[in-house]
């Protein structure tokens, strides 16, 4: 028996047209889709009539839940893999899935499409020849020691802070870069996107006020940077 095939989906990052002809007929066509949470992916779902089975497979679940994915694909089904948004495995759960797919002969197809890092990028104005994509740094422990390291960093850097904790972020910035100019971006693809631009300590008098909810994408310029 052929075994199935595992589809690698990008979706949306927050507006749902966001998303590729491929990627929709191939959510059409597969038996499986593995998602993060089901109650997000049913409205991307919902949108564009796709009715196929859902499975949950998040951060939690991913070890438990692997055998019974690859023993699907192994008997022939095709599983699609999405994130809640973006481009699955980068900071998002599935690269257990991806490797366990490979070891077991099963071919992995990636469907590109919207990435927050990539877009962030692409619209900040900052070199992009040569980046650095840290994700979301350590909440606690090796934090400091991390961004220490990254102030060292002669290449552009990217990275994902949540509502919670931006400010500390951009204090932290100020503290051990000052002089990096930095673009901060929130909510991108979405009603209420915005950017501000400047250096650390510019942006801690002018960010907090603005603040509601959302995920933001950071992006620093190199050392010497004009």
């Known amino acids: 028996m052929k075994s199935g095939s595992l589809y690698i989906i ?23 889709i593995a998602c993060e949470d089901t109650r997000v992916t049913k409205i991307l779902l919902d ?20 055998g019974f994915l690859i023993d699907r694909i192994l008997k022939g089904e095709n599983c699609a893999l999405v994130s809640d948004a973006g481009t699955p495995t980068i900071s998002d759960p599935g690269v257990r899935l991806v490797n366990e797919a490979i070891k077991n002969n099963i071919e ?9 890092a990539i877009l962030a990028l692409s619209i900040s104005g900052l070199p992009t020849d040569a980046f650095i994509y840290e994700g979301f740094l350590p909440q606690k422990k090796g934090r400091q020691k991390k961004i220490k390291q990254l102030a060292e960093e002669d290449r552009t850097i990217v990275l994902y802070e949540s509502t919670y904790r931006i400010e500390k972020l951009l ?19 979405k009603k209420f996107e915005e950017s501000w631009r400047g250096y650390p300590i510019d ?19 190199p050392k010497n940077w004009i």
Do not use: C, W
Not at 203 to 221: Q, R
């Open 108 to 116: 992995v197809i990636g469907i590109p499409g919207a990435n927050a």
């Open 47 to 66: 949108k564009y009539e796709v009715k196929n089975e859902l499975f949950s497979l998040n951060a939690q679940s991913e070890n438990h839940k692997l």
């Open 203 to 221: 942006l801690i008098s002018d960010i907090p006020n603005k603040i509601t909810k959302g995920e933001f994408v950071i992006i620093i310029a």
């Open 171 to 189: 204090n932290e910035l100020n503290e051990y870069m000052p002089e990096r100019y930095v673009v901060v971006q929130r909510e991108l693809t």
């Open 10 to 32: 990008a979706t949306p990052i927050g507006n749902l047209e966001d998303i590729t002809f491929r990627a929709v007929n191939i959510l059409k066509e597969v038996n499986l």
